[in-house]
């Protein structure tokens, strides 16, 4: 059931990031209309099938295994579907579809129901540092996704260029509201995801974890956001700046959460 | 046969338009007194700015045509020259082609403009006041309506502005997204900053700062706008507030200058910023377009956008020609369904189709009937049909061409229910 679940909610995110690129390509809005809604199916069908992993007397999501990744799919697609509710941005879907598609991708590489995480290391904690760090990076996604439409955006107008896609491109105000609100929401559920992580470790892993690489790379993401966020709380950085800076930061937190997964050894391979 | 007759922005100079216009103002009963007219069967009477057109039915006659020329003419005081050089008459097919192009806005002096449709909607809702239009006129307007809203929503030849007041409106939402709650400044208190500084309050800007060398003239025009007028000296504290600055002075030096923009940048804490100089020589440093989250448009700019934009309406326009000679074409063959032989031959089947149905239904008491009785009752029931059938197989025939007949033949194909 759960197999059939996930491949049609695969589908569908195919399907959706396939009318988002349209919309973006052919500069129509009705594509990316009809892709929000093929996204909600998919974030549906996501549901469903995150249910009853959860509900599996087995246990709860396996850390590295499909779930984890379709897990990541649907905050993305959540934290994205909400947001577009408020701000009615559907153009931004054409920069995080992608996005969902290549986590949905990861996702389908992996073996099922396999628990990347030793039994003993399983608990609430390791679940509550999971599902916010995983929401604070899709807000920083999503923070990002509007960084680098303002920068187009941006680029356009300074250029006097009237084209159609500034036309399907969000206001600047618009997309600097949702890296704002991203950055806002994104940094405290991070923060509190990786004390959740942090805890943990204190009490599982004893020593060596402080320098493990991951950690630091994360840790050092976590200081840009934050630092990010002061600049434009306490010092008033508003727009462009805001824009690159987050592109920026982003890149550093793939980098943390990729890179460094295949070039260190890290405490966090549980392979 | 359906005729046009008018005149327009392309025909006929201001000093006509003026003078028919006037003329037909005073005639507030024109559409009645055209019905009046020998010949015409029904009319409307379409007036704007550009253009002065009556869209009639007539009897075929060519004498009609000439009598709603002098009716036209008579009525705005034309000269026969001015009548012979300045107006257009366009019969049948080309007359509905032209009404679609008004009411898509194909004819206007901007072309994609949206107020011709509100206008034409309006002649017709006076002529339908009067009573002086019917059945094909009534179907032609709807055609024409259809017509106009295809075009508005299938193409993109309303959507860039065309005007530089509204070219700054536009890159202004690009900016700010809604600009409720936007303050603006303008400089200098020139006619295009007015111009510009309307348009920007009619979406909903919340407050208006005018700024000008005499204080006299900025406190009229803040009146105006229930703004507040401030002196050039306070130039910095203006543009701390403000979000849009219009400047439009007649100052042979720069007003705003990059440094003053760098300036107050930093007391703005960093907010979007856009600039809109529309005075030649420049007010404003062009410089102060490179400072970040500034973006500063001049006339050229502002031009270029609606050249570039008046260049793609004119590519948008030939799609909506293609889709004004579809609905030409719809319009025509609906016409020519009104054509009276196939309305005949619809009733005569209609008519047949019940005699047969009755026939059958009858089957129970005639199967006493041997077959001559039978005949001569089928006989019988077909004379009956056929002498009442034959005065309106008569009258539509008479009738029959391709306009003249729409009428009978429509009340023709209503009264039978030929179209169920």
Same mark, same amino acid.
């Given at each position: 059931?759960?197999?059939?679940?996930?491949?049609?909610?695969?589908?569908?995110?195919?399907?959706s990031t396939?009318?988002y690129l349209?919309s973006l390509?052919?500069k129509?809005v009705?594509?990316a209309k009809?892709s929000t809604?093929?996204l909600?199916?998919?974030?549906?069908?996501?549901?469903?099938?995150?249910?009853?992993?959860?509900?599996?007397?087995?246990?709860?999501?396996?850390?590295?295994?499909?779930?984890?990744?379709?897990?990541c799919a649907?905050v993305v697609a959540g934290v994205y579907l909400a947001f577009q509710m408020k701000t009615k941005t559907r153009i931004l879907g054409s920069f995080i579809s992608p996005i969902i598609l290549l986590l949905?991708?990861?996702?389908?590489?992996?073996? $099922?129901?396999? $628990?990347?995480?030793?039994?003993?290391?399983?608990?609430?904690?390791?679940?509550?540092?999971?599902?916010?760090?995983v929401a604070g990076e899709a807000l920083f996604i999503l923070a990002s996704c509007a960084g680098a439409m303002f920068i187009i955006q941006n680029s356009l107008l300074k250029?006097?260029?009237?084209?159609?896609m500034s036309r399907l491109l969000p206001a600047l105000h618009d997309l600097d509201r949702i890296n704002h609100l991203g950055l806002l929401w994104g940094f405290p559920v991070l923060?509190?995801?990786?004390?959740?992580?942090?805890?943990?470790?204190?009490?599982?892993?004893?020593?060596?974890?402080?320098?493990?690489?991951?950690?630091?790379?994360?840790?050092?993401a976590?200081?840009a956001y934050g630092f990010l966020l002061h600049q434009r709380l306490?010092?008033g950085w508003k727009g462009i700046r805001m824009a690159v800076i987050s592109c920026a930061v982003f890149i550093l937190l793939l980098?943390?959460?990729?890179?460094?997964?295949?070039?260190?050894?890290?405490?966090?391979?549980?392979? | 046969?359906?005729?046009?007759?008018?005149?327009?922005?392309?025909?006929?100079?201001?000093?006509? !338009?003026?003078?028919?216009?006037?003329?037909?103002?005073?005639?507030?009963?024109?559409?009645?007194?055209?019905?009046?007219?020998?010949?015409?069967?029904?009319?409307?009477?379409?007036?704007?700015?550009?253009?002065?057109?009556?869209?009639?039915?007539?009897?075929?006659?060519?004498?009609?045509?000439?009598?709603?020329?002098?009716?036209?003419?008579?009525?705005?005081?034309?000269?026969?020259?001015?009548?012979?050089?300045?107006?257009?008459?366009?019969?049948?097919?080309?007359?509905?082609?032209?009404?679609? !192009?008004?009411?898509?806005?194909?004819?206007?002096?901007?072309?994609?403009?949206?107020?011709?449709?509100?206008?034409?909607?309006?002649?017709?809702?006076?002529?339908?006041?009067?009573?002086?239009?019917?059945?094909?006129?009534?179907?032609?307007?709807?055609?024409?309506?259809?017509?106009?809203?295809?075009?508005?929503?299938?193409?993109?030849?309303?959507?860039?502005?065309? =005007?530089?007041?509204?070219?700054?409106?536009?890159?202004?939402k690009k900016i700010f997204g809604s600009?409720?709650?936007?303050?603006?400044?303008?400089?200098?208190?020139?006619?295009?900053?007015?111009?510009?500084?309307?348009?920007?309050?009619?979406?909903?800007? =919340?407050?208006?700062?005018?700024?000008?060398?005499?204080?006299?003239?900025?406190?009229?025009?803040?009146?105006?706008?229930?703004?507040?007028?401030?002196?050039?000296?306070?130039?910095?504290?203006?543009?701390?507030?403000?979000?849009?600055?219009?400047? =439009?002075?007649?100052?042979?030096?720069?007003?705003?200058?990059?440094?003053?923009?760098?300036?107050?940048?930093?007391?703005?804490k960093n907010r979007l910023?856009?600039?809109?100089?529309?005075?030649?020589?420049?007010?404003?440093?062009?410089?102060?377009?490179?400072?970040e989250n500034?973006y500063?448009?001049?006339?050229?700019?502002?031009?270029?956008?609606?050249?570039?934009?008046?260049?793609?309406?004119?590519?948008?326009?030939?799609?909506?020609?293609?889709?004004?000679?579809?609905?030409?074409?719809?319009?025509?063959?609906?016409?020519?369904?009104?054509?009276?032989?196939?309305?005949?031959?619809?009733?005569?089947?209609?008519?047949?189709?019940?005699?047969?149905?009755?026939?059958?239904?009858?089957?129970?008491?005639?199967?006493?009937?041997?077959?001559?009785?039978?005949?001569?009752?089928?006989?019988?029931?077909?004379?009956?049909?056929?002498?009442?059938?034959?005065?309106?197989?008569?009258?539509?025939?008479?009738?029959? =061409?391709?306009?003249?007949?729409?009428?009978?033949?429509?009340?023709?194909?209503?009264?039978?229910?030929?179209?169920?």
């Amino acid at each position: 059931m759960e197999i059939i679940l996930f491949k049609l909610a695969f589908a569908f995110c195919l399907l959706s990031t396939a009318g988002y690129l349209l919309s973006l390509l052919t500069k129509k809005v009705v594509p990316a209309k009809i892709s929000t809604w093929i996204l909600v199916i998919a974030f549906g069908f996501l549901t469903i099938n995150l249910f009853l992993v959860m509900v599996n007397p087995a246990g709860y999501i396996k850390i590295g295994s499909r779930e984890f990744f379709s897990f990541c799919a649907w905050v993305v697609a959540g934290v994205y579907l909400a947001f577009q509710m408020k701000t009615k941005t559907r153009i931004l879907g054409s920069f995080i579809s992608p996005i969902i598609l290549l986590l949905m991708i990861a996702a389908a590489g992996r073996e $099922s129901g396999r $628990s990347l995480v030793p039994e003993d290391m399983l608990g609430w904690l390791t679940l509550v540092h999971l599902v916010l760090v995983v929401a604070g990076e899709a807000l920083f996604i999503l923070a990002s996704c509007a960084g680098a439409m303002f920068i187009i955006q941006n680029s356009l107008l300074k250029h006097k260029k009237s084209s159609h896609m500034s036309r399907l491109l969000p206001a600047l105000h618009d997309l600097d509201r949702i890296n704002h609100l991203g950055l806002l929401w994104g940094f405290p559920v991070l923060t509190l995801g990786l004390f959740a992580g942090i805890v943990f470790a204190g009490y599982t892993w004893e020593s060596g974890w402080p320098g493990d690489p991951k950690v630091i790379w994360t840790s050092a993401a976590w200081a840009a956001y934050g630092f990010l966020l002061h600049q434009r709380l306490a010092i008033g950085w508003k727009g462009i700046r805001m824009a690159v800076i987050s592109c920026a930061v982003f890149i550093l937190l793939l980098l943390s959460y990729s890179g460094v997964r295949f070039c260190f050894s890290t405490l966090h391979d549980f392979v | 046969m359906i005729a046009l007759i008018g005149l327009n922005h392309k025909t006929a100079p201001l000093a006509v !338009r003026e003078k028919l216009f006037a003329g037909c103002q005073e005639e507030s009963d024109l559409p009645v007194r055209l019905t009046a007219v020998c010949g015409i069967r029904e009319a409307m009477f379409l007036s704007t700015c550009n253009r002065i057109e009556i869209l009639t039915r007539i009897d075929g006659q060519e004498e009609t045509l000439y009598k709603l020329r002098d009716f036209l003419a008579a009525s705005g005081g034309l000269t026969p020259e001015e009548a012979r050089d300045c107006l257009y008459l366009y019969c049948d097919e080309n007359a509905v082609r032209h009404l679609f !192009r008004v009411a898509a806005s194909l004819d206007s002096l901007v072309m994609g403009e949206t107020q011709i449709l509100g206008q034409v909607k309006d002649a017709y809702r006076r002529a339908l006041e009067k009573n002086s239009t019917g059945a094909v006129l009534n179907r032609l307007l709807h055609r024409a309506f259809r017509t106009a809203k295809r075009v508005r929503s299938e193409t993109a030849i309303a959507v860039n502005p065309v =005007s530089v007041s509204f070219a700054a409106v536009t890159l202004a939402k690009k900016i700010f997204g809604s600009l409720t709650g936007k303050e603006v400044l303008v400089i200098g208190a020139g006619e295009m900053a007015e111009l510009t500084g309307m348009h920007l309050v009619a979406n909903g800007i =919340s407050g208006i700062i005018i700024a000008n060398r005499s204080q006299a003239q900025a406190s009229v025009l803040a009146e105006k706008f229930h703004g507040r007028a401030v002196s050039l000296e306070a130039l910095g504290e203006a543009l701390t507030e403000a979000d849009i600055v219009i400047s =439009s002075t007649g100052a042979s030096s720069y007003i705003v200058s990059a440094d003053l923009i760098r300036q107050v940048h930093h007391q703005r804490k960093n907010r979007l910023l856009f600039l809109i100089d529309i005075a030649v020589p420049r007010d404003i440093d062009p410089q102060a377009g490179a400072v970040e989250n500034v973006y500063l448009y001049n006339i050229d700019n502002l031009q270029d956008i609606v050249d570039e934009n008046m260049n793609a309406r004119k590519k948008e326009a030939l799609k909506a020609e293609a889709i004004v000679e579809e609905e030409v074409k719809n319009y025509i063959n609906w016409v020519k369904e009104l054509d009276a032989v196939p309305t005949i031959v619809l009733l005569r089947n209609k008519v047949e189709e019940i005699v047969r149905l009755e026939l059958v239904k009858a089957g129970s008491w005639m199967k006493d009937m041997n077959e001559t009785e039978r005949q001569k009752v089928e006989i019988l029931i077909n004379s009956i049909v056929n002498k009442l059938l034959h005065n309106p197989v008569t009258v539509l025939k008479e009738e029959s =061409s391709e306009f003249k007949s729409a009428d009978i033949v429509a009340l023709t194909r209503q009264l039978f229910r030929l179209d169920e």
